[in-house]
């Protein structure tokens, strides 16, 4: 058995750009565990992918001409059904061998082994180890079947002709090559109407050889990329086409840089070959459009990367990643800039017409606009927004803000009946606070037209201005209190009104901004604005949004212990619950906290089996020395603990209950709670109650109990 590196190759037509990345790595990944799970490879194989806009290919390490022949092991049946009285075999067992490729001479060397109660035998044999060609051929198949393609294709074999019972295959895209490298030698195998080779095509245009040959599998992206024109590794062409735009960025000067976007930067070495990037322009007429339509038309419609200047400002310039490399680039810049304008054009048109009328003028239009078809029109809508950011603002600012969310709920919504948004949903609100400005309403209220949707992701920035959180907790209240009182409830992965982006959205607008108020009456207070097109959902919608901030507090880094004692209590401000987290962080440092925690968690336990506690202890009842003790220390620290804890020093209010710790260890020391006398019980009751409220303030320490 000998090992060589493996190269296999994918030849096809143009793939879905938003999907090569993910297709690249599942397939390299997939036929690395296919060969792996055949013993063909082992688990430290140096596995590497490529994925172009025309193929998907692996390089893997190591890879063996021929897999090791393994023993196994195989339980036929009982020995009492196999053996009967004599020893000899049974019919059963002799057809069970048959089945397996064996005859009767094999019964003397079946192996008797105990399995559970019975003692069962078994047939050893060994394996064969499959060889390269066969294994591949089903580590390719495999591959191929689980890829994660976003829509199949389905086509005629090139080789077949054009008559009744013509054979087709189905994959992402038509193929049209396969290459199989295991060394310098050919694999034989065979895919989707293809035989392996030992080449594939370039680049379409620029290819110095077109077929490209390659001598070996180690070989493939330094022949590629010279003799095909093609950097077929996508992290390689990424990191180009990003040296690349710099390099442009700083030859305009001007300290200007390239937009930077993720998506785009992914789909555009998706596009694009061998990159070569371009400077173009546009004319400066059209910056006197909202720089976010100009940006928005030029990266989803024609995948450019815009130039800001060092205050971010839009330039009249822009990039092109191009899939050629002329030597007079003049044409392909002039064709871009051609094609690019009646775009620019477009935006300009409709951000005219769009201001010849007001905000104002187009709220009534909303009420025939369908928002879903059991919570009404937009109009409907928009009425309840400004019903649930009125009370909201009241508590926060006094009539003087409920007025100004007043006004921004009512026309928040209005830019979805512009031509701009009607042509770019991206720019909902954005464009509104545009519009806003131009219809002289103050910036207070423009601000919060354009931030009411905000955070639109994870990540985003908060809205600026008390307005704009007002009107933005009251949209995503309207949403998450409308959707779960109709039943519309998030299922698995499936989210389609994005409520667990609207309820972070409300805890990121409660926590970070420390808005004193409570998520109940928040919840409750919505409510009313949809008379009876709802069912009182809110215990349903509040244990959703406890269950979003227990999620996001766990990947801020805080401990499933800690977020459970903190949660368990169901406080009322969210705001509250990261200074709450630290002080549980700090109490749990604390030597006395285990043992506290222990104690607390015995008391609830103690309280859970008695009937209506009341926190109440007379003097008079108190016999035993430790009972005593644990009274007068709890009359010197509870005092402080809530004093603190009333200041919201939640840190040292916990602090000071470890005081407690030798006084409740000796407690249940030396003090039988559930003593014989009612009133003695009733009393010691009455004082773990007394105790287990003065803990539990902050958190429900208990669960921090491992």
Request: aromatic share 6%; with cysteine.
């Amino acid at each position: 058995m000998t090992t060589q590196n493996l190269l296999v190759e994918l030849f096809v037509e143009e793939l879905p750009p938003k999907a090569l990345k993910k297709l690249g790595a599942a397939f390299a990944q997939q036929l690395r565990d296919q060969l792996l799970t055949q013993g063909l490879t082992e688990g430290d194989a140096v596995l590497t992918s490529y994925a172009s806009p025309r193929r998907l290919a692996v390089h893997l390490t190591a890879v063996a001409d021929h897999a090791a022949d393994k023993a196994i092991s195989q339980k036929l049946m009982p020995v009492s059904v196999g053996l009967d009285a004599a020893g000899n075999a049974t019919p059963a067992l002799l057809k069970r061998l048959q089945a397996l490729g064996a005859d009767a001479t094999a019964v003397a060397h079946l192996k008797r082994a105990q399995d559970g109660k019975a003692e069962a035998l078994f047939y050893e044999s060994t394996v064969q180890g499959a060889t390269l060609a066969v294994g591949l051929q089903k580590a390719l198949e495999e591959a191929i079947s689980k890829l994660p393609i976003p829509k199949v294709m389905t086509y005629q074999l090139e080789s077949d002709c054009e008559l009744p019972g013509w054979s087709s295959v189905s994959f992402v895209r038509p193929a049209h090559g396969l290459m199989a490298l295991h060394g310098s030698a050919v694999v034989p195998v065979a895919v989707l109407g293809l035989k392996a080779s030992n080449s594939t095509q370039g680049h379409r245009f620029e290819a110095a050889v077109n077929p490209v040959v390659f001598q070996d599998a180690d070989s493939y992206a330094a022949t590629l990329r010279n003799d095909g024109a093609v950097i077929a590794s996508f992290e390689e062409r990424r990191a180009e086409i990003v040296r690349q735009l710099a390099a442009a960025a700083t030859r305009v000067g001007g300290g200007v840089t390239a937009i930077d976007d993720d998506a785009l930067l992914d789909e555009v070495t998706a596009l694009v070959e061998r990159p070569n990037v371009l400077v173009c322009e546009f004319e400066k007429q059209f910056l006197d459009v909202p720089q976010e339509c100009l940006i928005l038309t030029m990266k989803a419609n024609q995948k450019y990367f815009p130039l800001l200047d060092a205050e971010g400002k839009l330039t009249n310039k822009f990039l092109v990643v191009s899939n050629i490399s002329p030597a007079d680039a003049s044409a392909v810049i002039q064709g871009n800039e051609r094609v690019v304008r009646p775009r620019l054009a477009d935006a300009k048109f409709f951000f005219d017409q769009d201001r010849k009328k007001t905000l104002a003028s187009r709220v009534e239009s909303l009420g025939k606009v369908v928002y879903h078809n059991k919570l009404g029109t937009q109009g409907e809508r928009v009425e309840r927004v400004r019903a649930i950011a009125r009370a909201i603002a009241q508590q926060l600012g006094g009539e003087a803000l409920a007025a100004q969310a007043d006004t921004a709920a009512q026309l928040a919504k209005t830019d979805l009946l512009t031509d701009m948004v009607g042509e770019f949903p991206e720019l909902q609100g954005i464009m509104g606070g545009y519009y806003a400005r131009h219809d002289g309403l103050s910036y207070d209220i423009a601000d919060a037209i354009e931030d009411h949707y905000k955070p639109r992701f994870a990540g985003d920035e908060l809205p600026r201005n008390p307005v704009g959180v007002v009107v933005a907790l009251a949209d995503k209240l309207e949403t998450l209190v409308g959707m779960f009182g109709i039943g519309n409830l998030p299922t698995g992965d499936k989210d389609p009104f994005a409520l667990r982006r609207h309820a972070l959205g409300v805890i990121r607008m409660l926590t970070e901004k420390n808005l004193s108020l409570d998520l109940n009456a928040l919840v409750n207070n919505a409510a009313p604005a949809f008379g009876d097109k709802i069912a009182d959902a809110s215990e349903a919608l509040t244990g959703f949004i406890y269950d979003r901030l227990a999620g996001s507090l766990r990947e801020q880094g805080y401990s499933a212990q800690e977020v459970d004692a903190v949660l368990a209590l169901k406080p009322q401000r969210l705001g509250d619950v990261p200074k709450r987290l630290v002080a549980v962080r700090a109490f749990a440092s604390l030597p006395e906290a285990a043992a506290l925690a222990a104690a607390n968690k015995r008391i609830g336990n103690i309280l859970k089996k008695a009937d209506d506690v009341d926190a109440h202890v007379s003097e008079v009842l108190l016999k035993e020395l430790a009972e005593q003790a644990l009274y007068a220390a709890m009359q010197a620290v509870t005092p402080k603990a809530n004093a603190l804890f009333d200041a919201g020093d939640y840190t040292a209010s916990l602090q000071a209950l470890a005081a407690l710790r030798t006084p409740v260890d000796a407690f249940f020391d030396g003090v039988m709670v559930n003593a014989e006398e009612l009133d003695l019980r009733l009393n010691r009751q009455g004082l773990l109650k007394s105790l287990h409220v003065a803990m539990n303030r902050v958190a429900d320490l208990s669960r921090l109990v491992a």
